[in-house]
């Protein structure tokens, strides 16, 4: 499986329409992020991908070819659900002993699961005394253990402490370098942000933008963020910041704590440039910071309403 | 059925015999019917006579409370919980779920039944014990159909507590009350609705058709003549029919609510 697209969907509930024709997709060796205001449709999109939801107009297509959600295409799939939950009375291993049964994996593979998401020690204990972060990760055991091409995984970062964020990554990483196929739907942009390859920005059931965030950076053009840590000289300090104001007028936005600081469009880095090199007295570090994905999606948003 | 649905059933068992309330409700009625057998052993009467209707009525309260509360949260306990999307996100139709949820529940409801009345069955002694096994199938049958209208009743229902409320009240209208409920009508309407539509009201219900048909077996059918019965007990092909009408349907019901539900959580 090369690509895995829902073309042209169209969802509504009653007056509301939750998907307005929508084109989106996954290919191997790629995680697409989903994001999006509440109400989006990023998780009904997800359901379309499932079948839990039938669309009124649309469908799903595979390696280019129209498909059904039908067993053989869901035999491909892992998925976590938002609020992942379990069974109260059942043990973690129970759990997955199940789902395992179901999907015709070993039990030896359970227990590499287990190990895996770090819930070995926690396996014989009841659903009912595990933690957020616990059935998480129990989930996201659940969503890898038959090793699906296509991995869907939503609001998989909820609950998660740090350790079980790098359980996650690893997952991402794995999955990646297999060749296989991640969408992830999530409000973390900032968690996610080097970790996802596309993005697709959804806003009252229609695509804004889908693409890389190289891409969608350069689309919503932000200012870079310049910090400068100044030399404890006022004087040259001073003379610095005048140089600043002269060579970008009004791209100065502070000066505190020994530090200035200054917003500039991608094209004004190379008259910064300049400015530093001829005050290299006054400037001790420098340091670049690129508009997170939450910048941007934020931008992309307010543009498109 | 395929390998999730066979999963299912062992899950759905395994499961349901951690549930507290059908832990609490089984021992219960292995206790009281364990109580009817001694009791019946103890009197100097043919104790098959006294043990057999008494643990008729017993089975005719307790085993659709079992079954209902077994059946009650089978779809929508799923869809609380956020689950059922989860489920039917495996590689399984709508109606094996909804089949493979009635039949691990069912094999639960068999180990309970099975349970209080083995219990009954061993206390009441060799010979005893033959006569008040006949009441086994029976009350299985009674126990299905009332899990599938739990099922159904869970399938149609968005929150575990409606569903709760629904099982109880309907537990109340069919077992409890159904018999008083005939009364009343057939003497609100003066006679207007003869004694023998009133009979066959009595085995369109499965804890009506249970109870009858039990009671004439362990007392014969003058008894119930002398309950007001003016209708025979259906033959076996007419109960047979009943009791797969009242498995089949609700549960065929269950399924279409699933199919037909254009969003899943």
Known sequence: MKQVALRSVVVEFGKVRALAGVDVDARSGEVVLFAGPNGAGKSTLIRVMLGLVRPQAGHLEVDGVAHRVDNAFKRTLGYLPEAVAFAENLTGRQVLRFFARARGVSNARVDAVLERVDLSGAAKRAVR??????????????????????????????????????????????????????????????????RVDRLCLLREGRVVAFDSPEKLRELAALPLRVTFGLATDRAQAADFAAAVDLALPGARRGEYNGALTVEVAPGGLLPLMDVRGSHADAVLTMRVEEPGLDQIYEHLLKAVR | MGRVGLALILHELVERTRDRWVLVISVLFALLAAGVSLYGRSAEADSAMLTGPSLVTLAGLLVPLVALVLGHDAICGERERNTLGLLLSLPVGKLEVVLAKFLGRLLALVLAVGMGLGVAIVLAGEG??????????????????????????????????????????????????????????????????????????????????????????????????????????????????????????????????????????
């Open chain 1, 129 to 194: 005394g595990y933690s957020r972060g616990m059935r998480q990760r129990l989930g996201l055991g659940l969503s890898i253990l038959a090793e699906p091409e296509l991995l869907i995984l939503d609001e998989p970062t909820g609950g998660l402490d740090q350790a079980g964020l790098v359980v996650l990554w690893s997952i991402l990483t794995e999955w990646r370098e297999a060749g296989r196929m991640v969408v992830v739907s999530s409000h973390d942009l900032t968690l996610l942000e080097r």
């Open chain 2, 128 to 265: 005893q014990g033959a006569v008040l096994a006949k009441l086994l199938v029976p009350a299985l049958l009674l126990g299905a159909a009332f899990l599938s209208v739990g099922v159904l009743i869970s399938a149609g229902s968005e929150r575990q507590a409606t569903a709760t409320s629904l099982v109880v009240a309907i537990w109340f209208l069919m077992v409890f009350f159904y018999d008083m409920g005939l009364l009343g009508l057939l003497v609100a309407t003066d006679g207007q609705i003869s004694q023998e539509t009133i009979g066959w009201m009595t085995f369109v219900n499965p804890a009506g058709l249970f109870r009858v048909d039990m009671m004439s077996r362990f007392s014969g059918p003058e008894v119930l003549e002398s309950l007001g019965m003016v209708v025979a007990v259906p033959g076996a092909g007419v109960r047979a029919a009943l009791w797969t009408g009242w498995i089949a349907v609700p549960l065929a019901l269950s399924g279409l609510l699933l199919v037909r539900a254009r969003g899943t959580r």
